[in-house]
């Protein structure tokens, strides 16, 4: 009686086990990772990815330097911002030197138009702050940081 229940559980996971296998093959097509090139076994359990709760936690390190009175922590919090900005979309899988090249190859499904734009904008006066040909007001500095922000809800990191 008992061999004839044994022999069923794994027949039975045998199948699920092929089931769960299949599935996460679709899966994998689905998301077009099938043809991408691994160049590592981290890549292929995702953890070479920084987790979200230290990404936001990074961010909201910047916007506490955007509060003080100090024109320099403005721009310290907007290079941060970039630099969490790039982190994950170089995550994603976009590479380039920059964030500007990065966000040039990304599709239109992921972030929009506008987006783009605005990253790209932010971007630029991230530049133009390491090559000291530009000084920021704080509202300014404020809007840029949020572009950042606006470019991870976008890119799926929900910053409150």
Excluded at 104 to 128: M, R, S, W, Y
Aim: hydrophobic share 40%; glycine share 4%; with cysteine.
């Amino acid at each position: 009686m008992s061999s004839k229940f044994f022999a069923t559980v794994k027949i039975i996971s045998l199948l699920l086990s092929m089931f769960l296998i299949w599935r996460i093959v679709v899966y994998y097509k689905k998301l077009e990772l099938w043809h991408k090139k691994i160049n590592s076994w981290r890549e292929v359990f995702w953890l070479n990815r920084t987790p979200a709760y230290l990404i936001k936690k990074r961010y909201q390190k910047a916007e506490k330097l955007m509060s003080s009175n100090n024109r320099a922590a403005w721009q310290i919090a907007l290079l941060k911002a970039d630099g969490i900005v790039k982190t994950v979309i170089g995550e994603i899988g976009y590479k380039g030197k920059d964030l500007g090249e990065m966000l040039d190859k990304i599709l239109p499904d992921l972030l929009n138009e506008e987006t783009k734009f605005n990253l790209k904008l932010a971007n630029q006066v991230c530049h133009q702050i390491v090559e000291k040909q530009y000084s920021l007001t704080q509202e300014e500095a404020k809007k840029y940081l949020d572009f950042y922000k606006e470019g991870l809800n976008n890119l799926g990191i929900k910053i409150s």
